[in-house]
């Protein structure tokens, strides 16, 4: 295993996939400064907490046949101390595939960790996480993407299914069921009810919104924590160059934020025409690209209601109240959520009554290195 050090072992560690996906049509090169971000001690604030390696595997000429990071986070909590590997391509071969999870299980062990998930980010979940089981298509934005035969060196090599990671879809047209549009007139009637898009002007209003919400809705809920408002601050002017203001939406009861959905054009469908590149020329073109070409797909990143109003109807005021806007536009012809653990049924389940179909499956696989101890899958919350 070569460790990758050099500014040409870092060129080697972004290029190798292209040779393994260069027959797949639906393959999207991902941003190489996306997944340099990822190793990064100055960008990724994940260091502060947590150690990082990555390796290439070479054959005896020196060919690449697979690369692979491994990495411990303290604030990862688990029932035994795990930690993550991910970024793995390989090719069709088990025998290297084993090689390189062997190499990263020794490195974790030396660090005190007794099992290993993967694939995962050294990072947050809503990035390059998880291995894709079913549903093949072109990726959304920072999303992970495989050969299916990935499925079988993981398996092979004894990793277990920890928890699926489903992807819901819907095509913009349709109508939603009636039960949605039963329950928005009935909360239409109380003039405290108010839903508004997003608007550019106002971001640091909404930022401040969003973390009231999200702060009362997910703080705590699965080991969250709270966000600092000057966080979200940063985290939506970074969203504002490519956010479509009329995707987002807030709701209210007189006047107090309440509901959040928050929706980002899909990045990818700019992004495949730059073969990884976003340099000087490649961000004209992603701006061009943004002001004269199409994005057909709109992608889910947040939904939230705080609790004194779950189970209200506020998720079908709030929806039908956007739909009335974004379906007569005809800008969108399709709508994807980002991924929901199969561990959360609460939330599975308010995604397929929209009308959903399941889009992709991903899993995320654990490893116990103590091959007698009890596998146990991720538990169930809600």
């Keep these: 295993m070569h460790e990758v050090l050099t500014s040409a072992d870092r060129r080697l560690f972004l290029e190798f996939p292209v040779e393994i996906y260069r027959n797949d049509p639906h393959w999207i090169r991902p941003l190489d400064k996306d997944i340099e971000e990822v190793f990064d001690p100055e960008k990724n604030k994940f260091f502060k ?47 290297a595939a084993n090689f390189m999870f062997d190499h990263c299980r020794q490195w974790l062990a ?13 990072g947050e979940r809503d990035r390059w996480w998880g291995l894709q089981v079913e549903g093949f298509q072109e990726p959304l934005y920072c999303m992970n993407y495989n050969p299916p035969y990935y499925q079988q060196l993981f398996e092979g090599y004894g990793f277990q299914n920890y928890f699926y990671q489903l992807c819901f879809a819907l095509k913009v ?13 009935e909360l239409s009637r109380d003039p405290a009810y108010k839903a508004v898009h997003i608007k550019k002007s106002e971001l640091d ?18 080991g969250g924590k709270e966000l600092e408002e ?86 079908a005021f709030m929806i039908i109240e956007a739909a009335k806007l974004i379906q007569p536009r005809h800008k969108y012809q399709d ?48």
């Design 173 to 185: 047209k349709d109508r939603v069921q009636d039960k949605f549009y039963l329950r928005h007139d």
């Design 230 to 315: 000057r966080t979200v601050k940063k985290m939506f002017q970074k969203m504002k160059p490519v956010m479509d203001e009329h995707i987002t939406w807030f709701t209210y009861y007189n006047d107090e934020p309440i509901a959040m959905w928050v929706n980002l054009p899909d990045l990818n469908q700019y992004f495949k025409h730059l073969n990884g590149k976003f340099g000087l020329l490649q961000k004209l073109h992603f701006l061009l690209r943004q002001q004269f070409g199409k994005c057909s797909r709109f992608v889910g990143l947040v939904f939230g209601i705080i609790p004194e109003f779950q189970g209200k109807g506020v998720d």
């Design 335 to 382: 709508y994807e959520m980002m991924w929901i653990g199969d561990f959360n049924p609460k939330m599975v389940n308010i995604a397929q009554s929209l009308g959903t179909h399941c889009s992709r499956k991903l899993a995320t696989y654990r490893y116990l290195f103590d091959r007698n101890k009890q596998f146990k899958r991720h538990p169930v919350i809600g």
């Design 49 to 95: 907490q947590g150690e990082c390696s990555r390796w290439l595997l070479k054959n005896e000429s020196g060919k690449v046949m697979g690369r692979i990071a491994a990495f411990t986070n303290r604030k990862y909590k688990n029932e035994q101390p795990t930690g993550g590997i991910g970024f793995f391509e390989c090719i069709n071969d088990q025998e």
């Design 205 to 222: 209003k909404f930022a401040a919104d969003f973390t009231y919400i999200y702060n009362k809705a997910w703080a705590g809920h699965g």
């Design 110 to 122: 030396e660090r005190g960790m007794e099992a290993m998930d993967g694939p995962i980010n050294f």
